[in-house]
């Protein structure tokens, strides 16, 4: 049986797959089963941040398994310690970090954080507990049962109740505040909404929140899965937007591809022994990569050559823009996490489906948003043949 078959036979249909398979990739480009190449605009959804088969990387992780992949939490790991160190320094905040191995595990330890705050006596008024989090409607926060109903879209909570209690939703920043009671313990955003639609909060919008939740003893967490890492120029787009959170979590960038997520905060007393674990969470492998990949891109960073790279990017998608006026209503998003507002939900598969079969890999968000995610270091050449099969893709449209 070929691979579609074996999918078809032995996989869950959770996914509605494109009709290709990848074989081999370098830097941003693709070969997929039959030798055609193709530029990657997705690097996995944000993941292959420092792209395909990167040289440091891969020696990085190859040199850590030839001497010991894992040995579980009961005992010091030493590349996670060096992870620690390495996020908790380029976010530039007082924190300490927990390593999990997804977005959405981050995100479930971020609310268990929270919870187990809102459950302090001397964080509660009145001895009401605090157990409540407001997210956005728009937001997009995992797939766990948790961060599911974390999750403000309606349409991700059919099936799979009963639910855990406490999530409210916003329908954007401002309505937060009418929301905030005595049982509030946390308001939970992405400042790049991502699965919602490349969106970014403004940032005064954000700073005021910020504020308000300081001032009234609500915790903020941002959910960086998608925008850490230097997706949107700085190491956090925290650090873009100049707040300061009580958590923080990360997880697609960071390992370059392997599975790895964190959660980090200042509230260094809340959790103890035995209140939170994971088996794998930070093993030797994923935490090594870590540590190769933000030594790469905190370099690329001070080199000068992310910011170059995020302007050219733009650049091109903005010509894009201007160019299918007929396509396109709003260029969106910040830094390398880029879209173009389709006219409509068809047009944009239309859109992905050419893109594709013209060698160019891009994504959807929301209903109607083409998204960006290239690797952070993909080169200029990558980016001009990559526009090229765009071009080509939207204007046989
Ligand atoms: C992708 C994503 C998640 C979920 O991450 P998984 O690794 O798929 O669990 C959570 N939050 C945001 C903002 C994301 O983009």
């Known amino acids: 049986m070929n691979t579609q078959e074996l999918d078809k036979k032995y996989v869950l249909p959770t996914y509605a797959r494109a009709d290709v398979e990848f074989v081999s990739g370098n830097n941003a480009t693709l070969t997929d089963a039959n030798g055609k190449k193709y530029i990657d605009f997705t690097s996995g959804i944000g993941v292959c941040s420092v792209g395909h088969a990167n040289e440091s990387l891969n020696a990085a992780i190859s040199e850590q398994i030839s001497n010991i992949t894992h040995i579980s939490n009961l005992y010091h790991i030493a590349p996670q310690a060096r992870a620690a160190q390495k996020i908790v320094e380029a976010s530039g905040y007082d924190m300490q970090c927990f390593f999990g191995n997804s977005g959405a595990e981050a995100n479930e330890g971020a609310l268990k954080i929270a919870r187990k705050w809102g459950g302090i006596d001397s964080n509660s008024k009145d001895?009401?507990?605090?157990?409540?989090?407001?997210t956005l409607k728009q937001s997009f926060h995992g797939r766990t049962i948790t961060t599911v109903k974390a999750t403000g879209q309606e349409s991700m909570h059919n099936y799979f109740g009963p639910f855990p209690d406490g999530f409210v939703y916003a329908d954007n920043m401002n309505h937060?505040?009418?929301?905030?009671?005595?049982?509030t313990c946390a308001v939970m955003i992405e400042l790049v909404q991502g699965e919602g639609g490349v969106q970014p909060q403004d940032k005064k919008e954000?700073?005021?929140?910020?504020?308000?939740l300081?001032?009234?003893g609500v915790l903020l967490?941002?959910?960086e899965v998608q925008t850490g890492v230097y997706r949107t120029g700085e190491f956090l787009a925290s650090n873009l937007y100049e707040i300061e959170p009580d958590i923080i979590t990360l997880a697609k960038g960071l390992g370059g591809g392997v599975p790895i997520g964190v959660v980090m905060t200042s509230l260094k007393d809340v959790m103890g022994a035995g209140d939170?674990?994971?088996?794998?969470?930070?093993?030797?492998?994923?935490?090594?990569?870590?540590?190769?990949?933000?030594?790469?891109?905190?370099?690329?960073?001070?080199?000068?050559?992310?910011?170059?790279?995020?302007l050219l990017f733009n650049k091109a998608i903005e010509k894009v823009y201007k160019k299918y006026t007929n396509l396109f209503t709003e260029k969106v998003g910040i830094g390398m996490m880029c879209g173009l507002r389709a006219k409509d939900a068809d047009t944009l598969a239309a859109i992905i489906n050419s893109a594709r079969e013209n060698g160019v890999m891009v994504l959807k968000?929301?209903?109607?948003?083409?998204?960006?995610?290239?690797?952070?270091?993909?080169?200029?050449?990558?980016?001009?043949?990559?526009?090229?099969?765009?071009d080509n893709a939207l204007s046989s449209l």
């Open 365 to 390: 968000a929301g209903r109607n948003t083409l998204r960006f995610l290239p690797p952070l270091t993909i080169t200029k050449e990558e980016m001009d043949e990559g526009f090229k099969s765009l």
């Open 276 to 310: 939170h674990g994971s088996t794998f969470g930070g093993n030797y492998l994923s935490s090594s990569a870590a540590c190769a990949v933000i030594d790469i891109l905190s370099d690329y960073k001070k080199s000068g050559d992310l910011e170059i790279n995020t």
């Open 127 to 134: 001895g009401e507990i605090k157990y409540k989090v407001i």
């Open 214 to 216: 300081k001032d009234k």
């Open 221 to 223: 967490i941002v959910d």
């Open 206 to 212: 954000v700073q005021a929140l910020a504020k308000l």
């Open 176 to 183: 937060v505040e009418s929301l905030l009671d005595d049982h």
